[in-house]
């Protein structure tokens, strides 16, 4: 009895800490749901509002297309919205928009990446924390503080002295990309013979594609010393500043994809006998290549996108370069054009004025969200591939 009894009194002392237990427990699991279905309605209102936008442009899209048509859109050079009777050809925005998207990439892309391999696997790490912050800052000046330069300081300078700076840039860019090429191409075509061999056949690729980068590299920065420039307000000065405002995105995710490789495969490359430059030509840089290509996307999503720079500083000739990789004509892209235009065309609420822009707008969000969505898929799998 006293040990029945005893038992039941401990049951009876412990019934309220259970209680109470039972309590905590529902209290904890109704918190977690209010917490998840807090985050679910921050999402989905995220999301809502994406695809609101796309409703609400592609809505007044549309008309434009059921009115006009595709195929002067796509096709016709000739925009003339006021005139009184218009025409709305938009392939010159286009090509002007790819022509200074693709300038902005070959700015941004080799140094961003090179700048990227430094901070990586070269520059120590002390001097790393001190110069990426640096590199990172230039994302937060305005773009219209980069529209400004462009306009009044860039711009008189390469139509007076375009000819000039071109030449002092490609030299102070190409030897040091050209050396790095030279060692890089003579490590590879040599690293198969044997040693005796090998520091022979070495000096003498170093000896024979140095000479070839340099003769090239002297005949191309003469040839850019005697270069004529007739506008400063062009497709290369926007080329030049949009690819400076991408550096920032290419240098940080490349660095980024380049340190999620891990220093055990770096390790295990040395331990087998490459040297650095065998090492990240074959090695890191493949190990990487999907989150370099999602830092490209990226940057070309940032050129893309701009406005106030090409506005400012593109000529806003709504023509296409002849020949059409002439970067050194003025150009007209497609956020210039909405951006200009728009003002005019609101007054006109309805016309065909009015529509063609938001038209503009669809495919640019379009291309933009397929970017997006290719570098976010780049960058799973990288991710998944560097995990195992």
């Known amino acids: 009895m006293e040990a029945s009894g005893a038992t039941t ?59 006009e048509g595709f195929r002067e859109f796509f096709t016709s050079t000739r925009w003339y919205p006021s005139a009184k009777q218009p025409e709305f050809g938009a392939l010159a925005m286009f090509v002007g928009s790819g022509l200074v998207t693709l300038g902005a990439i070959l700015v941004a892309v080799p140094l961003g ?58 030299g102070a860019v190409g030897v040091p990309v050209a050396g790095l090429a030279v060692i890089v191409a003579a490590d590879l075509l040599t690293d198969r013979l044997p040693d005796r061999a090998r520091r022979r056949a070495r000096a003498l690729a170093l000896a024979v594609l140095g000479t070839g980068a340099c003769v090239v590299l002297v005949l191309a920065v003469r040839s ?18 949009l690819g400076i405002m991408a550096l920032p995105t290419v240098v940080s995710v490349s660095e980024d994809a380049l340190q999620a490789v891990g220093r055990d495969l770096r390790e295990g490359s040395y331990a087998l006998g490459a040297t650095r430059a065998e090492t990240l030509v074959r090695t890191v840089l493949p190990a990487a290549s ?9 940057g070309v999503m940032r050129a893309v996108g701009e406005t106030m720079v090409v506005w400012m500083a593109s000529g806003n000739a709504s023509q296409i370069p002849r020949p059409w990789y002439n970067i050194l004509q003025p150009v007209r892209t497609l956020t210039a054009t909405i951006a200009g235009d728009m003002g005019e065309a ?14 503009m707008a669809l495919a640019l969000l379009l ?8 570098s976010e898929w780049i960058i799973r799998r990288a991710r998944k591939k560097v995990g195992g």
């Open 9 to 67: 009194g401990v049951t009876r002392r412990d019934a309220p800490s259970l209680l109470l237990s039972h309590r905590a427990r529902r209290r904890q699991r109704i918190a977690e749901t209010l917490g998840r279905g807090l985050l679910l309605a921050v999402t989905s209102f995220s999301t809502l509002a994406v695809l609101f936008i796309f409703v609400y442009i592609a809505r007044d899209a549309i008309p434009y297309f059921r009115q």
């Open 113 to 170: 990446v090179s700048a990227a391999i430094c901070l990586s696997d070269v520059l120590p790490f002390s001097v790393r924390q001190v110069v990426k912050p640096v590199i990172e800052i230039l994302a937060a000046i305005p773009s219209v503080a980069y529209g400004f330069f462009a306009l009044v300081v860039f711009a008189p300078l390469l139509q007076e002295r375009g000819g000039p700076i071109l030449a002092v840039a490609a």
């Open 224 to 241: 850019l010393y005697g270069l004529v420039i007739p506008s400063g307000t062009n497709a290369l000065n926007v080329s030049i500043i």
């Open 290 to 298: 999907s989150g370099i290509l999602a830092a490209v996307i990226l």
């Open 346 to 359: 609101d007054q006109v609420t309805g016309s065909a004025r009015f529509h063609v822009l938001f038209a």
């Open 367 to 374: 291309f933009s969200f397929l970017c997006n969505t290719s």
